[in-house]
């Protein structure tokens, strides 16, 4: 299970240059602090196990099905990526 969680990690990119347009300074100090808060409130809202599942669904049992089964979404990418958005951050990939 450990192996699979570090697979599971995100690390979101940001674009640390420009701003949302909601704020009238730039966040850009924030970065490293926003990441690590938001990550651990994702975690803490999520269940690693099922989180693991999804990783091994979408890369390996839809391929043997010939995807033919829905692909399953990442809950903690989207909290992540929803948290760094609304503290101003530009989050460049999903």
């Known amino acids: 299970m450990t192996l699979l969680s570090n697979c599971t990690t995100y690390k979101p990119i940001i674009d640390s240059a420009g701003r949302s347009g909601t704020f009238p300074e ?37 391929p043997q099905t010939l995807w033919l089964m829905p692909k399953l979404e990442y809950t903690e990418r989207k909290l992540i990526k929803n948290c760094l958005e609304k503290r101003g951050h530009a989050v460049l990939n999903d």
């Open 26 to 62: 730039s966040k850009a100090v924030e970065i490293t602090n926003d990441i690590q808060h938001c990550s651990t409130l994702a975690k803490q809202h999520t269940n690693g196990a099922w989180e693991s599942y999804k990783l091994i669904h979408n890369w390996y049992i839809r």
